[in-house]
């Protein structure tokens, strides 16, 4: 049986093609997943929810007591209203990012996408018949708004961006997102914004929220998950905060999909929301040792030019060597080191490489000291 188009269109997606089989042996800084395990209090909550018998259809909406939860958060951390009808929880942060694309496009509608930027929102875009449509970011990865503004066209119905950014590690300021706020006032645009690594930040930066741009609160869209801040991305449970309307469409094709989410697991998150974030605090501040072990093994290495990472868990070099992101990969997999291509996340990722150090010190050890033999070999 012949596969559809739609199909076809994103298998030839770099992110679609990456290699599934692990060598033996080899450094894994490819994957965005928290080498933690998920703190034994949301564990117990979802046991404890299947026990209690919270194991039948719950609200498609999500469950009434987890949206309250989500609220109290955005009042606490940004000091916004929100009622649980701003909310939708989702099959995790991906499905939001389908639901959202198939609720808004039409076939042949635009989305603007930041290069380098996650892979998957191109990937839904062009899914649901859309085109995504690139937009390059400044050297140091931050919004060039005399390059967004021209790619702005008829079609255009959307603009995707991550804060932090996923894989440049980047802090969007509160000016460009009060700037994306007003390209999307003035031009009838729905903002996405995907705040997934909003409270993995270091050295005291402060995240702004989109949620707080009250001007653009009918034009905007977050959207969040567990699966970053609480190590839980086999939990697969994210959800989206926009207007009443926007959750009123939304959750036509979420409910088409899915039914619902898991009532056990948004039992969890709900535990996970209103327990202790000592272990939040305790996950970060080992990342952020773990950050600090890459920043100074890069500086070391000859032909890596890095760039900070404000938030997240990656680093973004550019390399000086002349092989190409895609085959650089593949030379490091050889090697016994696992990362990410740069062109993974658009053109601009050329002769970029993406590491993550959701992984232990000694394996981040370990493959630091590949990545540099690998390439004074290449010299």
């Not at 450094?27 to 965005?32: C, E, K, N, P």
């Not at 998150?269 to 920043?295: E, H, N």
């Amino acid at each position: 049986m012949e596969i559809a188009e739609r199909v076809k269109k994103i298998q030839g997606s770099e992110r679609s093609q990456r290699k599934i089989a692990i060598p033996k042996g080899a450094i894994r800084m490819d994957l965005g997943d928290p080498d933690f395990p998920t703190p034994p209090h949301i564990q117990e909550a979802a046991l404890k929810a299947m026990r209690d018998n919270f194991t039948h259809y719950g609200n498609a909406f999500g469950e009434e007591d987890l949206r309250e939860a989500i609220c109290a958060g955005l009042a606490r951390d940004c000091g916004v209203k929100k009622i649980p009808e701003n909310v939708l929880v989702t099959v995790g942060g991906i499905e939001a990012i389908n639901v959202i694309c198939a609720t808004y496009l039409n076939p042949g509608d635009e989305a603007l996408v930041f290069d380098p930027g996650y892979s998957a929102y191109a990937v839904s875009v062009t899914l649901f018949g859309g085109r995504p449509v690139a937009v390059p970011l400044k050297e140091d990865f931050h919004i060039d708004f005399d390059l967004l503004r021209p790619k702005i066209a008829e079609r255009t119905k959307i603009i995707f961006m991550a804060n932090p950014s996923n894989p440049t590690a980047a802090l969007l300021r509160e000016d460009e997102i009060r700037g994306l706020a007003r390209v999307a006032l003035e031009h009838n645009l729905l903002i996405v914004v995907d705040e997934v690594y909003h409270k993995l930040l270091y050295d005291g930066a402060r995240h702004f929220s989109v949620c707080q741009v009250e001007e653009a609160k009918d034009r905007s869209i977050l959207l969040n998950s567990f699966s970053k801040t609480y190590a839980m991305t086999g939990w697969r449970v994210g959800y989206v905060v926009a207007g009443v309307e926007a959750i009123k469409s939304l959750v036509h094709f979420h409910r088409a999909m899915v039914t619902c989410v898991s009532v056990p697991l948004q039992k969890a998150c709900l535990a996970a929301l209103q327990g202790p974030q000592d272990c939040v605090a305790q996950m970060v501040s080992q990342f952020d040792r773990r950050r600090k072990i890459v920043d100074q093994a890069l500086r070391k290495i000859d032909g890596i030019i890095p760039r900070p990472c404000e938030g997240a868990f990656y680093f973004f070099p550019r390399y000086t060597h002349s092989m190409n992101s895609k085959d650089l990969t593949h030379y490091l997999a050889e090697r016994g080191l696992l990362v990410r291509s740069g062109t993974e996340f658009g053109e601009k990722g050329q002769n970029h490489i993406r590491l993550s150090f959701a992984t232990s010190v000694e394996e981040i050890e370990e493959g630091m000291k590949r990545l540099e033999k690998a390439l004074e070999d290449l010299k």
